[in-house]
């Protein structure tokens, strides 16, 4: 929308007698008056004529510091590596309603783990809808041992299996 404003100006300035090449910027006036509607007009030289037009100018990022560690990146680790981490496991409760309706089976679900070993974010892969809630909610409530590598703690993704089965009666 800028370059078609500063177009309709220069154009306007060719086509008129009174605008020449000579003239430098036009008046607040005639920028206003040749200004597409809803574009503002401040009256400064057109932005084409700036040498960084065009490019969002917002606070500068304070450069990095040698001692600044770059962002920790989340580490897959198999599900099996993610089992021997496992500190403290809640076991689900069965729901009533996928008990009277002899639903089993698994809950695959996606897992975040913080670097302290805190479950962050759950995510239902596969598993059977009545059984889903019950597994997110136990699982949320497990703590792992934080996962190390370089000597520091780093956060973890990994797949978590919550199984349902029918026992007697």
Known sequence: ML??????????RLATPEGSLSQKTPT??????TAEPGLVNSGAAPAAAEPDAGISRSTPRPAK?????????RIRLSPDHADGLLA???VPDYPSLARQAHVKGSVVLDADIS??????????VSGHPLLIPAAIDAVKHWRYK?????????PVNTQITVN???TGG
Do not use: C
Request: net charge negative.
């Open 3 to 12: 370059l078609l404003a500063i177009v309709v100006v220069v154009g306007e």
């Open 65 to 73: 510091s040698e001692s600044e560690a770059p962002p920790l990146q």
């Open 115 to 124: 670097k302290d070993g805190a479950v962050e974010k759950l995510r239902a």
């Open 146 to 154: 934080p996962y190390v590598q370089n000597g520091q703690a780093v």
């Open 164 to 166: 349902f089965a029918l």
């Open 28 to 33: 607040p006036a005639q920028q206003t008056q």
């Open 88 to 90: 403290e496991k809640v």
